[in-house]
Structure formats: C-alpha cells, structure tokens
C-alpha cells in the first residue's frame, strides 16, 4: 500500500452517482447511473478503498440507497468505508454485515459523542468520524445545521474513544476544485493521535504534491485524501495520482 492514499469517492442520490457543491443537495451534477459498475472501474484503476456516502440518507437520518451500497461491497475487494444516515447501531451493524470496513458517523457523533464511544467499544477499529466543518464549526445533519462546537475540541474527544480515523471536511471548498485547506486539516492532524482523511476541494496533481510533503514531515497523521469531483470532471488523473503517491 502507499503511504499516502487516494481515495475515489461515490456519492448516492436516488441511485445516481453525483458530486454536491458545497452540501447543497439541489446543486448536483449526475456522473453515472450504475454505482456499481463506478465503483468497480475504481478498483479496477488501482484504488485502495472506495469512500461512499449516502447523501439521500444523511438528510433523512436513515439510509435510503443501502441495497446500491451492499450491491457495491458484493462486487469488491478492496475495502469501503460508508457514511450519510448511520445514527443507530441496528445500521452500523447491518452495514457491517453486509460487508462494509468501516461506518463514518457525522451528526450524531457531534450531538451525542459518547455514543461513538459506545459503538467503538461495540466494533473495535471499524468506526470512523467525519467532521464536515464550515468556519471550524462543525455542520450536521447533512450539512444543514450548523453548531457552535469547534471541529478540532469534537475530534479530540472522540479520538479518546478509539475511532480508527477522523474525515474532515471543509464544506467551503468541498466540490469547489480550490484545493484541500491543508492548513485546517494538518492542525488537526497535529492535535490528534488517529490518522487524518482529507476531504473537500482537492483539484489537481499541485495539491497532492502539498498533501504528500505534509504526510513526510509527519509520518502516519494523515491517511489519505478523498476525491470526487476532480476525478470525474479530470483536473486530476487518477493513475498520476497513484504515481505521485507511490514515488
């Protein structure tokens, strides 16, 4: 494995695989109608894991597209992780059972953190964090509501709780193509003991190069990095990224 990842991501909207600007559920562009046939070319190009959310289910708080994410887990190898609607253990579980590595738990992980410590106690190395920050605040329910609670003082407490990684996102710059805010995101992964997944606004080769030298001054803060948008609109190949990585 490289020491830095590349992480393909498949976002789920009515069984469609699009990419949001910003959360915003009506400024959506539709890349494919067959997630499962995304995600197996994903693997097919050299992926290491497969980030999926369910959007529909991060609105409703439930999941909405789970039959295209157990059908996506059937069809791999490599490993997913799954976030949008996991906010009781009866889903964790079920998404468990049906093959998925990790579950990303967002709203209610802000609302009710000792929750997380409960499910990590539950499922030991399988619960992942995503704090989606705008200003530093953390947003929650799918970015809708924002909260006064300091996305770095969140991911200190629940890395207490032994979650295997913490995703933040900048929803300013999330599918906006302005680049990681890498200052944000190393301050964080400076703060805390888990790895660190990047997310929201990575465009190009430039900014994988900044991720990579981040990731050599400080080995194991950060995992990897997510991308949607840039990968299906092409400011940033794949396969060079995998090379850039890899080198």
């Not at 302005?178 to 080769?205: F, K, M, Q, R, Y």
Request: negative net charge.
């Amino acid at each position: 494995m490289s020491a830095l990842q590349l992480i393909p991501a498949i976002d789920l909207k009515a069984g469609q695989c699009v990419r949001l600007r910003q959360g915003r559920m009506e400024d959506a562009t539709v890349f494919g109608d067959d997630p499962v046939a995304m995600a197996k070319s994903w693997e097919a190009r050299g992926a290491e894991r497969l980030h999926v959310v369910d959007l529909d289910g991060a609105f409703a708080g439930m999941p909405v597209n789970r039959e295209a994410v157990e059908n996506i887990c059937a069809a791999l190898t490599i490993p997913v992780q799954i976030g949008g609607g996991l906010r009781d253990d009866a889903t964790f579980e079920a998404y468990l059972a049906a093959g998925v590595r990790w579950g990303i738990v967002g709203t209610r992980a802000a609302q009710e953190p000792e929750w997380v410590e409960h499910l990590c106690r539950r499922f030991p190395s399988q619960v992942i964090v995503g704090i989606d920050a705008r200003d530093g605040l953390v947003a929650t329910e799918g970015w809708a509501e924002a909260s006064r609670l300091s996305a770095r003082d969140l991911a200190r407490r629940l890395e207490q709780a032994g979650v295997a990684a913490v995703i933040y996102t900048d929803i300013h710059r999330d599918g906006m193509g302005t680049g990681i805010n890498l200052d944000e995101t190393l301050a964080l992964a400076e703060a805390l003991s888990c790895p660190v997944i990047a997310s929201g606004g990575l465009h190009d080769l430039e900014d994988l190069t900044r991720l990579k030298a981040a990731a050599v001054a400080k080995p194991g803060a950060l995992l990897g990095a997510i991308s949607g948008r840039a990968l299906y609109e092409g400011t940033l190949d794949f396969e060079a990224g995998l090379a850039l990585l890899a080198s």
